[in-house]
């Protein structure tokens, strides 16, 4: 199975939230290259969420009903 990107976000904690709430519904999630991006931050640029391809229309559908911009920017750093 292939990985795609699901959504991007702007530090760890995010995406952790983000992973979570996924694992929740049955979706497994990896956060791409988390180490590097918890050393060099911002750096960096933004942290993917990755979500097998066969997941990845679900995971956007969940995300984008459970998750909104305003809520995130309540658990950014």
Same mark, same amino acid.
């Given at each position: 199975?292939?990985?795609? +990107?699901? =959504? /991007?976000? *702007?530090? /760890?904690?995010?995406?952790?939230? *983000? !992973? %979570?709430?996924?694992?929740?519904? %049955?979706?497994?999630? /990896?956060?791409?290259?988390?180490?590097?991006?918890? /050393?060099?931050? *911002? *750096? +960096? %640029?933004?942290?993917?969420?990755? +979500?097998?391809? =066969? #997941?990845?229309?679900?995971? !956007?559908?969940?995300? %984008? !009903? =459970?998750?909104? #911009?305003? &809520?995130? =920017?309540?658990? &950014?750093?």
């Amino acid at each position: 199975m292939a990985l795609a +990107v699901v =959504e /991007t976000y *702007a530090d /760890t904690m995010q995406a952790h939230i *983000a !992973k %979570g709430l996924l694992e929740t519904h %049955g979706i497994e999630a /990896t956060i791409l290259h988390e180490g590097f991006h918890n /050393t060099y931050g *911002a *750096a +960096v %640029g933004e942290i993917p969420l990755m +979500v097998d391809e =066969e #997941n990845l229309i679900r995971a !956007k559908e969940i995300l %984008g !009903k =459970e998750l909104d #911009n305003d &809520s995130m =920017e309540t658990f &950014s750093a």
